[in-house]
């Protein structure tokens, strides 16, 4: 089985990134009183390495001289660079730049004429190459935008380089994992890696979908926080319960490592989608809101150098409640949190 069929075979649980609307109570929470307003700006690279492939990117940059950290977000199936706004435009107005990419072949483009219970018609929409594509998306935007922060680019001065961090949501998720090492079927080890990302975080990851996870992740590296919920979960999911989501979090061993679980959190929360459609849940203000504020602390944490920020995250499994469960394998925390395996994939 070629790489790119099998990583689509596996997109069975990889659910739709829809674009959303930032929310300003969650924003607020995240940025403080002294934050500014960031702005805003649209662009698309095109690849001539790559057939001419076009990269569409949503850019949001803090208000200042700079130079900020950077963070790069990939969206879910489905998605766009509108995804996950709130979070994204909370990222900006704390000071870190963000460019949320958009993956031509697994975007919002696969959605027309779907009808909810299709779930296989959506996958048989997908080109056999839009995994391999989108892992590729994310060296190629490193290096454009590392020619658009040289002198006399449009971003000179504008990046720090030297922090980059990644996020993702789901199949977002899987190519935060893949850019980090995560080992796919049939591609050699590394062939996706990315060294200049220097921390991570996932929301809703899924564990691999052949071999082994421990196989799977043995050469990942980096700092990652991940993000699941007790519901979350999609029609399309091949996870048996939703707590297989924690499956990355539990077999990565290279580096530290933090887990929060929302009570009730769902697949969609992360994408904001609900607020989009006017039909947002009981919950998911204040989830948001432990989205953003957590997200920010951990970027602070491996990002800014906050050492206040990193002993916020060793702290997690005592403050998080009553808003879910954290979990903690950092080596400056002391002993890892104790957490009911999951069932090895």
């Not at 990269?55 to 208000?63: I, R, S």
């Not at 499956?247 to 989608?273: K, M, S």
Request: aromatic fraction near 6%; charged fraction near 20%; include cysteine.
């Amino acid at each position: 089985m070629t790489l790119g069929r099998s990583v689509l075979t596996a997109m069975a649980a990889l659910a739709l990134g829809m674009a959303a609307p930032s929310l300003s109570a969650a924003r607020d929470v995240a940025s403080g009183a002294a934050s500014a307003k960031a702005g805003i700006s649209y662009g698309e690279w095109t690849d001539p390495a790559r057939g001419g492939r076009v990269v569409p990117y949503k850019l949001y940059m803090p208000a200042g001289p700079g130079p900020f950290p950077l963070i790069v977000h990939s969206h879910g199936l489905g998605g766009s660079r509108e995804g996950s706004s709130y979070i994204l435009q909370a990222m900006a107005e704390a000071g870190f730049a963000v460019v949320a990419l958009q993956h031509a072949g697994s975007d919002t483009a696969i959605l027309a004429g779907f009808r909810p219970g299709d779930e296989a018609g959506l996958l048989g929409k997908l080109p056999p190459d839009a995994a391999v594509n989108r892992f590729g998306d994310v060296p190629f935007a490193l290096d454009q935008l590392t020619r658009m922060t040289a002198p006399g680019g449009d971003l000179a001065g504008k990046l720090d380089l030297s922090r980059i961090g990644m996020s993702g949501h789901s199949f977002g998720a899987l190519s935060t994992l893949v850019a980090l090492g995560q080992v796919l079927p049939g591609a050699p080890d590394g062939a996706f890696r990315e060294p200049r990302i220097k921390a991570a975080i996932v929301y809703s990851p899924n564990k691999p979908r052949q071999g082994g996870a421990y196989a799977a992740f043995a050469q990942i590296r980096t700092p990652i926080l991940h993000f699941t919920g007790t519901l979350d979960r999609t029609a399309l999911d091949l996870e048996k319960t939703p707590w297989e989501r924690t499956i990355p979090f539990q077999e990565i061993a290279g580096a530290d490592q933090y887990l929060i679980v929302l009570r009730d959190g769902d697949h969609g929360v992360y994408t904001g989608r609900r607020q989009s459609m006017g039909a947002p849940k009981p919950s998911d203000a204040s989830q948001m809101r432990v989205i953003v504020e957590e997200t920010l602390t951990f970027w602070r944490a491996y990002l800014g150098g906050d050492k206040s920020a990193a002993q916020s995250l060793c702290d997690l499994p005592k403050t998080l409640a009553p808003m879910g469960e954290a979990y903690v394998k950092a080596k400056a925390c002391g002993a890892p949190t104790p957490i009911r395996p999951a069932e090895s994939p």
